[in-house]
């Protein structure tokens, strides 16, 4: 019954080092999605993978890389971090299918990242 | 004007109230919509869809206006356990939808 499994839950950064945040869901669900969550600003779109072998931009993606292992398992990437990119990262997957119900997304719990 | 607008709040309500919030679409195409619930600090979850023809779960009632281009959200007889943010979301109109979130309602019910 796990869902959307995001790992690590937290993590603190010095400016310039990188990092990898890792998902994976077992719901056999075809795309999957990254977001940042600031205060006053919302859920954003970082990168998309709509079906495994794709991914796609959003409408933050700089600074950021995604790699779509498998069908189950969805990463983000940060080359160099920014103190910018101090935020809480959700990634979240959905059936995509066609059909409302196959456009629910369901999220992971969350990585609390902090760039010094 | 943003894609989808919501008034942050908070509305602060006591227990057993009635209380509503509305959500602002820009483009007149959109068909779909979610309300999602956030707790402080915790994922995004599915609260109800939002159907042409409006949807009612238990004590909450969504409404889709076209002609106005707003959702609405009422929630009957407020629990402590309500209060939360409450997030409005179009669904993309593409065949590889996204979905656009809104900055979400906080919702405070006290004693």
């Known amino acids: 019954n796990a869902g959307v499994t995001q790992t690590p839950k937290f993590q603190v950064l010095k400016t310039g080092q990188s990092m990898t945040l890792q998902c994976a869901q077992d719901?056999?669900?075809?795309?999957m999605y990254w977001y940042r969550q600031d205060p006053g600003m919302g859920l954003r779109l970082i990168y998309y993978?709509?079906?495994?072998?794709?991914?796609d931009k959003g409408e933050v993606p700089n600074g950021y890389n995604v790699s779509r292992l498998n069908k189950r398992e969805f990463s983000l990437r940060l080359e160099s971090a920014a103190p910018s990119q101090t935020s809480v990262y959700f990634c979240?997957?959905?059936?995509?299918?066609?059909?409302?119900?196959?456009?629910?997304?369901?999220f992971g719990a969350g990585t609390r990242l902090s760039v010094l | 004007r943003k894609e989808v607008e919501q008034d942050p709040g908070p509305f602060n309500v006591p227990e057993g109230a009635t209380v509503a919030f509305n959500c602002t679409y820009s483009n007149s195409a959109s068909q779909s919509f979610f309300w999602y619930r956030q707790d402080c600090r915790k994922e995004p979850k599915l609260l109800m869809s939002?159907?042409?023809s409006g949807n009612e779960d238990g004590r909450f009632t969504a409404q889709l206006n076209r002609a106005s281009q707003y959702i609405s959200l009422l929630i009957r007889d407020s629990k402590l356990s309500d209060s939360a943010t409450y997030l409005c979301v179009r669904v993309g109109d593409s065949g590889y939808s996204t979905l656009t979130f809104g900055k979400g309602t906080m919702l405070l019910v006290s004693p």
């Open positions: 979240a997957s959905s059936e995509l299918a066609g059909g409302l119900a196959k456009n629910i997304q369901y």
């Open positions: 993978s709509a079906s495994e072998g794709t991914t």
């Open positions: 939002v159907y042409s």
């Open positions: 719901m056999n669900h075809n795309s």
